[in-house]
């Protein structure tokens, strides 16, 4: 605060700095002197004088310039300024800046005391005026203070709490606390009645609350259900709301959700005539927004609920096992059908790192190998017998899951079938070829006419293509019992060259189009020669057999990525959507194969079964009428090593 007594004079040494130092002195006040710009500067920051008196110059600065930055400053201080003489235009000046009077030669001692006590006088005046003001607004921003606070505290609870009641009771409260209402009432609509229902209120009686009902029609809160639109009044006289229901003022505001009206947040004053204002008008707005938003949330969290509860139970009777993970491969749920897979008894496990909770060979394998197989497929074998299918699924955002699936008895049904068709196949072989040996000899015995020729070229040909079908038994046997495991660096181009100089004739025979696009430079697989040659001749042929004649095959071989493609397209019969996902099953042959093509059903099972043995992968792109192209990536020596 300033000091009541000290005059700071801002003038260079003088007689009139001499003479008033003494006259204001007598006069019992306190002085301090500034005789240049700096030196006032720094004394006002020191001192904070109750008024100033600045001469006309002061250094090499005007005087009232220098006033008029120290009101910028101080815009409460009294500041007398001296003139060497009476100068209309600076006393102008002066006012403009804001000082307060205005003294020049010659000096009298009165005229000097009254020009300060003026001063004094009218600063205290001015004074009074801005803290009185700053009183007023001070209250006016506590008080929007205090209802900001409301709010924050009102939308911290929305978010935090999933208690509706407890939420919609604050709203109401914060209504009537808001604005100085004696009750608040926060009414839901009823669709099925029409009529709206009291579901939270405030300084009413308990009986009243649970038994209001008002019907929307001909109703004010039906009013605002009606048209969306606040109502607001202040009467002299009480309005009816309902019997016993009497007000003299009351504002009614909509509730809306997802551009429904669903309800009315009100308040109401039914013994004094205290008015509403446009500000509570606006809070009340405000809360109707909150509450609405609480009745969302609320609404949003059963279905939510519900929907998990049902997820839930889904997860806990279903049949696979289900393992979710976080980014983290810590476990954030596992089924019972995933913990009795394990043996993990009742041990709660949310939370544990995957490679902790799980200790399974063949499970450790499968987390390890996640990152490198595209696949992310692998089969988990326990000692008493089990087998379980497992694939890895990401989640983005989330983390990962992991499904089980019991295939202990496909792969027993799978072991059954492979044992009966291996023997089948072998005890085949034996009398085939019998036969095919008599029927060679028939011709050493005696001529034969031409229908017995026929007929022993139709058995040559049935015997062929039992042994046909027998061989290949034989060989898709030994490939998925993984007997051919020897492998060697090989050159995909030197077995492509190979297999279509066997396969020319029938190209020619054919008058097919054939284009080879194979890239230099190709890097060696690691493979077993004989199956990937039969893997080249199966798919060629096919290839083959399914274009008519003057049709176009296309041979590709490159290499991308550490990895060889090796694609042979053509412009056959096509394959049909419906067959596609069948195509590499054991047997199975497409509904539109032209009718006396010869094959097996195996030729494709073969191919897959190569490929896979090689870490590789297949697939094929088909249109009905307009071709098959199948493509095959084999990974190089290089990768493998890797």
């Known amino acids: 605060m300033p000091k009541a007594n000290l005059i700071l004079l801002a003038m260079e040494q003088s007689p009139t700095l001499v003479l008033l130092d003494k006259a204001l002195r007598a006069g019992g006040y306190d002085l301090a002197v500034a005789k240049n710009p700096e030196s006032l500067d720094k004394t006002l920051q020191e001192t904070n004088p109750a008024l100033l008196l600045i001469t006309e110059k002061l250094g090499h600065q005007s005087g009232l310039d220098l006033a008029k930055v120290i009101l910028e400053r101080f815009p409460t201080l009294p500041v007398i300024f001296y003139a060497a003489s009476h100068d209309p235009m600076m006393v102008l000046e002066a006012i403009k800046i804001g000082i307060s009077d205005y003294i020049y030669p ?287 699924t990401p989640i983005p955002t989330i983390g990962s899951v992991i499904t089980l699936q019991d295939i202990t008895h496909l792969k027993m049904l799978d072991r059954l079938k492979s044992d009966f068709i291996h023997t089948i196949s072998h005890d085949l072989r034996s009398p085939l070829t019998a036969v095919m040996g008599y029927v060679e000899l028939l011709d050493r015995v005696g001529p034969l006419n031409d229908q017995q020729k026929q007929f022993v070229k139709h058995i040559q040909n049935s015997a062929q293509n039992i042994t046909a079908l027998v061989n290949d038994l034989l060989d898709l046997g030994r490939i998925e019992a993984g007997f051919d495991t020897r492998k060697d660096e090989v050159s995909l181009e030197t077995i492509l060259r190979y297999t279509l100089d066997n396969l020319s004739r029938q190209i020619e025979d054919k008058q097919q189009d054939l284009r080879v696009e194979v890239a230099e430079n190709l890097p060696v697989l690691r493979g077993n020669p004989i199956r990937l040659r039969q893997l080249m001749d199966n798919l060629l042929v096919n290839a083959i057999k399914y274009t008519p004649v003057g049709g176009e095959i296309t041979v590709t071989l490159r290499a991308e990525a550490d990895q060889i493609i090796f694609e042979v397209a053509d412009t056959g019969v096509g394959i049909p959507v419906t067959d596609q996902a069948h195509i590499f099953e054991k047997f199975y042959r497409a509904g539109n194969a032209p009718k006396g093509t010869p094959g097996t059903g195996l030729g494709l099972a073969i191919v897959k079964s190569i490929v896979e043995n090689h870490e590789g992968r297949i697939w094929m792109e088909s249109l009905v009428e307009k071709g098959t192209k199948f493509i095959v990536v084999l990974p190089t020596f290089k990768n493998i090593n890797e």
Not at 214 to 241: H, M, R, Y
């Open 106 to 392: 010659p000096l009298k001692i009165d005229a000097i005391v009254h020009a300060i006590e003026h001063s004094q006088a009218r600063a205290q005046l001015t004074g009074d005026w801005v803290r009185h003001e700053v009183r007023r607004t001070t209250a006016s921003l506590e008080q929007r203070v205090s209802e900001m606070d409301t709010m924050v505290k009102l939308s911290r609870s929305i978010t935090a709490s999933l208690d509706l009641d407890k939420v919609l009771t604050n709203v109401v409260s914060a209504a009537v606390e808001l604005t100085h209402a004696e009750e608040g009432q926060l009414l839901l609509l009823d669709e099925e009645t029409n009529e709206l229902y009291m579901r939270a209120g405030k300084n009413f009686e308990e009986t009243f609350a649970r038994t209001f009902r008002l019907p929307v029609k001909d109703s004010l809160a039906g009013q605002v259900i009606e048209t969306g639109k606040l109502i607001s009044f202040n009467q002299d006289s009480p309005n009816k709301i309902k019997t016993s229901y009497l007000v003299y003022s009351l504002i009614y505001v909509p509730l809306q959700a997802n551009e429904r009206i669903i309800g009315v947040l009100g308040v109401d004053n039914r013994r004094n005539k205290w008015p509403f204002t446009n500000h509570h008008e606006l809070l009340m707005k405000v809360l109707a927004d909150f509450a609405a938003i609480a009745i969302q949330n609320a609404r949003l969290y059963d279905a939510v609920d519900q929907e998990r509860s049902k997820y839930e139970t889904i997860i806990t009777n279903i049949q696979d096992g289900v393992i979710l993970l976080d980014q983290e491969n810590r476990i954030l749920l596992i089924n019972p059908a995933a913990i009795k897979a394990f043996g993990l008894g009742f041990v709660n496990l949310t939370g544990k790192l995957i490679d902790e909770a799980i200790l399974n060979k063949d499970f450790s394998i499968l987390l390890e190998s996640i990152i490198e197989n595209p696949l992310k497929i692998h089969e988990i074998a326990f000692e008493d017998g089990r087998v379980f299918n497992a694939q890895y």
